[in-house]
Each structure stands twice: as structure tokens, then as C-alpha cells.
């Protein structure tokens, strides 16, 4: 292994927590510009979309995004306030709640993923070569 300069890889280490500090910024302001969904909700709606049924225990969506419990559940209180989701507790283990995705919630989502896709082509993918596209892969 090459020898590493403690300031070389502590300097790309900021950069790289800038740009993405940066980049998701920018995808966040495309999607709730276009009247859409912020990008916390859009991960939510997503994970809960890929999920079979769309429900996923609160533990196993707390672990698929990147969020605090605590702001996982603000946001999962929201977003079943706003009819996006509900939540049930589970027929085996009352201690267990499932978060289940619902009609209004598959709508926004359908409707917030082209702005998305467009989002990280133009704030992400577009500033790269093929290449460095496959070497992040």
C-alpha cells in the first residue's frame, strides 16, 4: 500500500463531504421547486416502494435510509398526516409498527422521480466522464 499523507486524504475527505453536502442540496431544491416532495420523504417513499406489499417495519426503514430515529419519525409523522403513508401495528408483535405506503404516497413518488432522475444527471452524472461514473460503481 502507498504511503498517505495525513493532509492529502483528510483534504478529499472534506471535499467530498462538500460536494455531497452540495449536490444534495441542489437535488433538494429541484424537487420541492417542482412541488414536490422534499428528498427525505422521496427516500422514505422509495424504500417503502421497493418494500413487498409497500410495508416495511419502522426498524427495517430506520436502517435503509439515512436518518435519525428521531427525524425518521418526525418525517414518517408528517408524511402520514399528509395521507402519504400509515402506519399499523404488526398481527404477530404489537410492539412492531409497519409503515405502509399508500395511493397518495405512490403518486407523489411517481410524480417526484423524473425531477430526481433529472436532478442527479445535471447536478451529479453530467459533471463526469464515463470512466469516473464506473470507478465510483
Do not use: C, N, Q
Amino acid at each position: 500500500m502507498w504511503a498517505m499523507d495525513d493532509e492529502l486524504y483528510l483534504d478529499a475527505w472534506g471535499s467530498l463531504l462538500r460536494v455531497h453536502a452540495e449536490v444534495v442540496g441542489r437535488i433538494e431544491r429541484d424537487l420541492t421547486a417542482a412541488g414536490g416532495v422534499s428528498l427525505t420523504w422521496f427516500d422514505v417513499l422509495l424504500v417503502l416502494s421497493d418494500a413487498k406489499d409497500g410495508r416495511l417495519r419502522m426498524s427495517d426503514l430506520a436502517a435503509e435510509i439515512v436518518l435519525s430515529k428521531s427525524a425518521l419519525t418526525r418525517s414518517v409523522d408528517r408524511m402520514e398526516e399528509e395521507g402519504y403513508l400509515k402506519r399499523e401495528k404488526s398481527p404477530d408483535d404489537e410492539r412492531v409498527l409497519f409503515a405502509v405506503l399508500l395511493p397518495k404516497g405512490a403518486a407523489a413518488l411517481a410524480k417526484a422521480r423524473p425531477i430526481y432522475r433529472a436532478a442527479i444527471r445535471a447536478h451529479f452524472a453530467e459533471l463526469l466522464t464515463e470512466r469516473e461514473l464506473k470507478v465510483i460503481d
